[in-house]
């Protein structure tokens, strides 16, 4: 049978054909994830102690919080980068522990399925300061940084969660500029509901606060010294971002973030974005729960070795198309 078009006939077609079939593969596969990660059985629950080969429970973020901090570390093929970053990071930590009895933690490593020898790196911090302050989450197959913090995030133990790249990019002490300002937030909205309550009943865990380390202050400089498609990206990003989430962050993508864990409890079990954009769905869920978010300027390294490429652009796009057609349809239904 011959059809009998045109060579202009069949490109106006394709111009026709193309942006239609591109919406509807970005709508099935917002369909396909539609339901919220409250329903998904979240692996592992237990983890093995490599000292003692014993089982150790790994309570869900819904359990009460056992630590006052929890680091959540997504280490995807680290092995170079993380011993630095996790030896600087445990020193804090060891050091404010011995100032401050009251203060406890625990580092969470997600292995997002490398294939190289992070996963035997991070075993030995676990094996060398013990499961209870260090643990591994082993992932098995990669699976993105953001759905590696989610997991993370769900299996952490504190009052306050940190998730903080393993490259050590910022300084780890910059944590107590978020931590601070969680508390002043968190202690003005409870006095601001109860003007009579006593600041002893106040606990921070229960309060619903996002603090987003940013590096918007280097913004210039960073300009000036970036790989080019680095600096398309980030002005790119803006854009798309303001368009997706709307306004309020100006860098959604700074990988040093605090919550309260009932602030995290409400986020990770419904975020749905597996990869690099799953920061831009972190704000659209702040403000859809008035969760109130704080931008805190942090210092950055740009350390060698970054895994963001001129590929990961059409995967961020991809995220955010997904995301806006998942919201925007009410397929994506959000639970409290
Ligand atoms: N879980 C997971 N983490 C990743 C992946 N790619 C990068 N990361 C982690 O994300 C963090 C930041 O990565 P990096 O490549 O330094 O990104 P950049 O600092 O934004 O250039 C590090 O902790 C990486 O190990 C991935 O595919 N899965
Ligand atoms: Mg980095």
Same mark, same amino acid.
């Given at each position: ?154 299996? *952490? #133990?504190?009052? +306050?969660?940190?998730?903080?790249? !393993? ?5 780890? &002490?910059? %944590?107590? =500029? ?35 380390? *940013? #590096?918007?202050? +280097?913004?210039?400089?960073?300009? !000036? ?5 680095? &600096?398309? %990206?980030? =002005? ?101």
């Amino acid at each position: 049978m011959e059809i009998g078009l045109t060579i202009p006939e069949v490109v106006v077609a394709l111009i026709l054909l193309l942006p239609s079939l591109v919406l509807f593969v970005i709508l099935f596969q917002s369909y396909d994830r539609r339901h919220t990660n409250n329903n998904r059985v979240d692996s592992p629950v237990v983890l093995q102690d490599p000292n003692s080969l014993k089982q150790v429970p790994c309570p869900h973020i819904r359990d009460p919080p056992e630590k006052y901090l929890s680091l959540v570390i997504p280490a995807f093929n680290e092995e170079h980068r993380l011993p630095g970053a996790l030896d600087e990071t445990i020193n804090y930590l060891q050091q404010r522990a011995a100032k401050d009895k009251s203060f406890t933690y625990e580092v969470v490593i997600v292995d997002d399925g490398s294939t190289d020898a992070t996963k035997r790196v991070a075993y030995d911090f676990v094996k060398k300061f013990t499961v209870d302050k260090v643990r591994v989450i082993p992932l098995g197959k990669n699976q993105g940084k953001g759905e590696a913090i989610r997991i993370g995030m769900l299996h *952490s #133990r504190g009052e +306050l969660l940190l998730m903080l790249d !393993a490259d050590g990019a910022t300084k780890v &002490n910059d %944590l107590e =500029k978020l931590e601070h300002e969680i508390h002043a937030v968190g202690r003005k909205e409870f006095h601001s509901g109860d003007s009579v309550a006593s600041d002893s009943s106040f606990r921070v865990s229960d309060t619903l606060i996002a603090a987003f380390g *940013s #590096r918007a202050h +280097l913004e210039e400089k960073a300009l !000036a010294s970036r790989k080019w498609y680095r &600096n398309f %990206l980030m =002005k790119g990003f803006h854009l798309v971002v303001l368009l997706a989430a709307g306004p309020g962050i100006r860098d959604t993508q700074c990988g040093f973030k605090m919550f309260t864990r009932s602030a995290a409890r409400k986020l990770f079990t419904n975020i749905r974005l597996k990869r690099w954009c799953f920061d831009v769905e972190l704000v659209f869920l702040c403000k859809r729960f008035g969760i109130p978010m704080a931008e805190i300027s942090v210092n950055w390294t740009e350390i060698p070795g970054s895994k963001v490429n001129p590929l990961s652009i059409p995967n961020m796009l991809w995220e955010l198309a997904l995301m806006s057609a998942g919201y925007r349809t009410g397929m994506w239904k959000i639970s409290s």
